[in-house]
């Protein structure tokens, strides 16, 4: 049971980063684009953050699990946090025109989701 949550963050950030998020991008123009994105990516966020809590709890119940499992779970839960609480200020560097605030909180979403994305993969591994 306890690689059910890790198997669910796995698949919502691939369908999330391979399937909705660039089927938006080709299908809408870049204002109506701007304004999906903006209502999708908080909750994409605050799912992986759920589930990564949902991990930690399954995790506190199993005996047998290694630490690798628990700094996986933690870091997901954080990682999704950090990521979901810089969105206002990924918006307003977008709205202020200011490219290099957005290109620093951008990638750091995007780094911080790759992590999530290989951590939970490994998790499978550990």
């Not at 304004?35 to 992986?48: C, G, H, S, T, Y």
Request: proline letters at 3%; glycine letters at 4%.
């Amino acid at each position: 049971m306890h690689y059910f949550f890790p198997g669910m963050i796995v698949g919502f950030i691939i369908l999330q980063t391979s399937i909705i998020a660039p089927t938006l991008f080709k299908k809408l123009d870049i204002k109506n684009f701007g304004i999906a994105i903006r209502a999708i990516w908080p909750k994409f966020f605050i799912a992986i953050f759920l589930l990564g809590s949902a991990t930690l709890a399954t995790v506190a119940t199993h005996d047998e699990l290694s630490i690798y499992h628990y700094a996986i779970a933690g870091s997901t839960t954080l990682f999704a946090l950090v990521c979901y609480l810089i969105i206002p200020a990924t918006n307003r560097a977008t709205d202020e025109g200011n490219k290099k605030l957005f290109n620093i909180l951008h990638k750091t979403s995007v780094y911080l989701t790759v992590i999530m994305l290989i951590s939970n993969i490994a998790y499978l591994f550990v």
